[in-house]
């Protein structure tokens, strides 16, 4: 008989739990930099100026996205604050790829 032990699912759920919170921790750490790049890369797509250093008129099909291109933008300050986050999810990605791993 191979019974799982009584531990087993306990491990599942520690691991399933370290896994959502490095998913949670990943998207709040790196929003700030795929706001700056989303921005970055719709005001290159369309000709337009985007710099922090005021809202510039944006008109793509009739609609003025700098506002919009401008608040993106400024989530790069974000970057600051979230860098410790941005290096806690590498580490925890790293840890869950080790767990992985050694269970194979």
Same mark, same amino acid.
């Given at each position: 008989?191979?019974?799982?032990? +009584? ?10 739990? @370290? ?8 998207? #709040?750490?790196?929003? +700030? ?33 700098? +506002?919009? @291109?401008?608040?993106?933008? *400024? *989530?790069?300050?974000? *970057? #600051? ?8 999810? @590498?580490? *925890?990605? #790293?840890? #869950? ?8």
């Amino acid at each position: 008989m191979n019974d799982p032990s +009584p531990a087993e699912p306990r491990r599942r759920r520690v691991n399933r739990g @370290l896994f959502w919170a490095a998913v949670a921790v990943t998207i #709040i750490g790196w929003a +700030p930099l795929l706001c700056v790049l989303a921005a970055s890369s719709f005001a290159n797509a369309y000709g337009c100026e985007l710099n922090e250093g005021d809202i510039h008129p944006c008109v793509v099909a009739g609609h003025d996205f700098g +506002p919009l @291109l401008y608040d993106l933008g *400024m *989530m790069g300050w974000l *970057m #600051i604050l979230g860098a410790p986050l941005m290096l806690l999810s @590498l580490a *925890m990605w #790293i840890v #869950i790829l080790i767990l992985a791993l050694r269970r194979q």
